[in-house]
Structure formats: C-alpha cells, structure tokens
C-alpha cells in the first residue's frame, strides 16, 4: 500500500508532465521537494526547512545526478547546447 501512495503522490507532483516534456526536470525536482522533506530545493534546503525539525538529507547536487539517472531523457532536455555538446 505504501508503493501504491508514493506512486500517487509521484504523479501528483507532475510526473506525467515530466514524462510528455511539459515539465522540466528542474521543477519536477521542486516538487517533489514540496512532497517529501528530505529532499532538497536548489537552495540545498528542504522546502520545510525549519518545521518540526525537517531538513534536506541529500545535497542537491546528489540528488540532480540520482534524478538524472532515473530520468536521462527529462535531463538531456534541460540541458543548453554548449552543456548538451560537452556531455554527449
């Protein structure tokens, strides 16, 4: 059941506009932050940083490069072409 929520919860954040290219990686990323706490606005801080306690757990440079992994095709179209030419 808990897979089944996190599913919803992934979609709600607009994974299916990532997914048709009406979402960026980068504001994907956002909100995903907005769902869960341990995940960190470009800042480096969550976005609850602050309430109860609640704090990035991954920089954002770990968690850019995890997402780019799990989304290659989101993260190659957010890439400008002198960045997209020097990672081919």
């Known amino acids: 059941i808990q897979d089944a929520?996190?599913?919803?919860?992934?979609?709600?954040a607009g994974y299916l506009a990532l997914k048709d290219g009406s979402l960026s990686l980068d504001a994907f990323?956002?909100?995903l932050a907005k769902v869960w706490a341990g995940f960190p606005l470009p800042?480096?801080?969550s976005y609850y940083a602050g309430?109860?306690?609640?704090?990035?757990?991954?920089s954002y440079r770990n968690y850019s490069a995890y997402?780019?992994?799990i989304f290659p095709l989101?993260?190659?179209?957010?890439?400008?072409?002198?960045r997209l030419a020097a990672n081919p």
């Open 74 to 82: 989101a993260a190659r179209r957010g890439l400008t072409p002198a």
């Open 29 to 31: 990323k956002v909100e």
């Open 43 to 45: 800042s480096g801080k």
């Open 51 to 58: 309430v109860a306690g609640n704090k990035a757990t991954i």
């Open 5 to 12: 929520f996190a599913n919803v919860l992934v979609i709600d």
């Open 67 to 69: 997402m780019a992994q």
